[in-house]
């Protein structure tokens, strides 16, 4: 049983390229998060997804688009990407409505030049 | 709007002593809160959580104490060993969001 798989797991970027960051969950979990975490500092919501189909902004959603095509995947996309953006992205899934607990990613390190 | 924060950034304890971490949120409208631990390098890692209509839950080494009158959430670990340190955070979930706090970093002194 894998839990949640983020790839890449590292990423260098050049100012103004595009790149997505796949997650995949085999728990059949309805609930997916995509996390930014920066230096020293807590996880930031970006966008969230309740069900396959469905998707729902965060905390920071600007400069992000994601997509849940698949109930599996939830996929994470730069489409112009910015040195704001260099951090440390978690991907999360949740099973239910009766629990708080998230199972997170392993992270992927995206840096922007 | 919402917002979970903590009032120690850094906590340190001797080993065998116990660990008091704090928290303060704001929205009274969630209905989960949430201890996670992250170790260097890794995810956080789901300690304990708690729903909102309850005030203290206990789990193995570790028990969550909820104030809903003052919005405050503690997470207490006894016996504390060196596996241990580690940045906490707390989070609250409201609706489908599940929204951190900043984290406080427990340090283990042998």
């Known amino acids: 049983n894998a839990g949640v798989t983020q790839t890449p797991k590292f990423r260098v970027l050049k100012t103004g390229q595009s790149m997505t960051l796949l997650c995949a969950q085999d728990?059949?979990?309805?609930?997916m998060y995509w996390y930014r975490q920066d230096p020293g500092m807590g996880l930031r919501l970006i966008h969230y997804s309740v069900g396959e189909g469905t998707t729902a902004k965060g905390e920071v959603p600007d400069g992000y688009n994601v997509s849940r095509l698949k109930k599996q995947n939830f996929l994470l996309g730069l489409e112009s990407a910015a040195p704001s953006q260099t951090s440390v992205y978690f991907c999360?899934?949740?099973?239910?409505?009766?629990?708080?607990?998230?199972?997170f990613g392993e992270g992927s390190r995206l840096t922007v030049l | 709007g919402e917002s979970v924060g903590l009032h120690l950034p850094t906590l340190s304890v001797q080993e065998g002593d116990n660990s008091i971490i704090n928290c303060a949120y704001s929205n009274s409208a969630s209905d989960y809160f949430i201890w996670y631990k992250q170790e260097s390098g890794k995810g956080p890692q789901f300690i304990i959580d708690i729903r909102s209509n309850m005030d203290k839950r206990q789990g193995q080494r570790v028990t969550v104490l909820l104030n809903k009158t003052v919005k405050h959430l503690s997470l207490q670990i006894a016996a504390t060993q060196p596996g241990d340190s580690a940045v906490y955070f707390c989070a609250e979930r409201s609706l489908d969001k599940v929204i951190f706090g900043p984290g406080t970093s427990l340090s283990v002194i042998p």
């Open positions: 999360a899934s949740r099973a239910g409505q009766h629990t708080g607990e998230l199972f």
């Open positions: 728990m059949n979990h309805e609930y």
